[in-house]
């Protein structure tokens, strides 16, 4: 008797692959993906080591009145947080105070009519494995790949 081979697909994340992202994160993550079948969607890697949790979050929504929609995306970083070049239109980057010790950068930015946030977050705000400086460098690094992929 043959029984049938079950398959299961493994869900992937359009912007970022596992790989990107481990490097990220420095390790092997877990994926969690939503998405949508028009170009939109939520991917978050994670990694625990010990007892430190670290989080790369990649969220893409599609705009379709961009002068009305996209303040409130960059209203995500306070008004005259750092901007970015080489990220998509109009990308800034900027710290995040989490609830409890979680500490973390975001890049806000937008790819034509695609609004593009990307968060790197570390349960530990003072871990000294990844460091507000190195935190940054990494968000820099996740976004990058990100609009890449979007443009």
């Not at 990308?91 to 409890?100: D, L, N, R, T």
């Not at 530990?124 to 990058?144: G, I």
Request: proline share 7%; charged share 20%; with cysteine.
């Amino acid at each position: 008797m043959l029984a049938p081979a079950t398959c299961r697909a493994q869900v992937k994340c359009p912007w970022i692959n596992e790989a990107t992202a481990s490097g990220i994160l420095g390790g092997p993550v877990s994926l969690t993906a939503k998405l949508s079948g028009h170009g939109a969607g939520v991917c978050e890697f994670s990694r625990q080591e010990g007892p430190v949790i670290y989080q790369l979050r990649v969220s893409v929504s599609v705009m379709t009145d961009i002068p009305k929609e996209f303040p409130t995306y960059l209203a995500q970083c306070p008004p005259k947080s750092a901007p970015l070049r080489g990220i998509g239109n109009e990308a800034v980057m900027c710290s995040v105070q989490g609830k409890g010790a979680e500490a973390g950068e975001r890049v806000v930015g937008r790819v034509r009519d695609q609004a593009l946030v990307v968060f790197l977050s570390s349960s530990v705000q003072d871990d000294p494995s990844m460091t507000q400086e190195m935190r940054r460098q990494k968000v820099n690094l996740a976004a990058e790949q990100a609009a890449g992929i979007l443009f």
